[in-house]
């Protein structure tokens, strides 16, 4: 069943050898094997002909969320390990990465389907960026500037615009991290819903809203804000400096992503163990 493995890694000691020590384990059951370090600013695009069956990602949900950027479109199956510390999306813990490596191996996992934007900036009517997100887009200013205003329009919904910090549009996968931060909800993550969340708005009306997802969520940066810094930031980890006038259009990817989820743990166990919960 499978036949290539792409491995990435956070550039840290521990991360590096783990993936050390997975190419050995994978190569000597004859699959071939991809290292990539995920501490760079774009993935690398190795040869056309490279098309993996597995992607394991080694390090935190960062590392993911760069594994997602990076090959997620293909529909191939992304596997985390979390060395890090929140570790909401890649759930195995090492003590239990040989245990499941194994059982991925012989066809026995769980493969879960997330929810993923297709995020796209136009300028003047022409598209200059876009970017697949897995956990939320941010539009947000600089830490010296003033509050900006966006227009903001939803299908059924009409337009309107607020005055905030900035916005967060999340997926249910992302609604656990800067969304929650921001006094948004959690969402169970296989909801087919997106979130959007003002962050510190000027009006206490400006509230969270759930929507469904198949609903493009549309916002244009006020002219207002011409003297402003304002950033679109994607998973944290793509920066596209704004202009007034930018249209940015967060929608649903078709295809989504696939995460191969630890059959022994659920949403509600991560909850008590990251949370604290009683």
């Known amino acids: ?12 000691e521990l991360s590096a050898e783990l993936a050390q020590w997975v190419t050995i384990f994978l190569e000597k059951r004859g699959l071939e094997v991809w290292l990539e370090c995920s501490d760079q600013a774009e993935p690398i695009k190795p040869l056309v002909s490279f098309s993996p ?42 003590a239990q990465f040989m245990e499941m490596i194994t ?5 026995r996992f769980r493969r879960e389907k997330r929810l993923a934007l297709d995020v796209i900036v136009k300028r003047k009517g022409r598209k200059i960026a876009q ?10 200013k600089g830490a010296l500037s003033r509050i900006i205003t966006l227009n903001l329009e939803v299908k059924d919904f009409g337009r ?7 916005v967060i549009v999340s997926t249910p996968t992302g609604s656990t991290a800067y969304n929650l931060s921001a006094g948004g909800p959690m969402i169970y993550p296989t909801l087919e819903v997106v979130v959007v969340t003002p962050i510190c708005p000027f009006s206490l009306t400006s509230r ?8 493009p969520v549309e916002m244009i940066v006020d002219s207002e804000s011409f003297d402003q810094d304002i ?6 980890q793509v920066s596209i400096p704004l202009n007034p006038g930018d249209h940015i259009i967060a929608r649903c990817h078709k295809r989504g992503l696939n995460l191969i989820i630890n059959p022994r743990r659920n949403f509600t166990d991560i909850l008590r163990q990251k949370l604290h919960w009683s």
């Open 131 to 140: 970017v697949l997100v897995l956990n939320e887009v941010v539009v947000n």
């Open 103 to 107: 059982e991925i191996l012989a066809g």
């Open 160 to 166: 309107w615009a607020f005055r905030a910090d900035g």
């Open 231 to 236: 950033h679109l930031t994607a998973d944290g």
């Open 1 to 12: 069943m499978w036949r290539q493995v792409v491995v990435i890694y956070k550039d840290d």
């Open 208 to 215: 969270p809203l759930i929507l469904p997802s198949v609903y």
């Open 53 to 94: 069956d597995l992607v394991i990602s080694l390090g935190g949900d960062g590392t993911l969320l760069y594994a997602a950027r990076a090959w997620g479109l293909t529909g191939t199956p992304l596997f985390g390990v979390n060395l890090g510390h929140l570790g909401f999306l890649a759930e195995t813990e090492p």
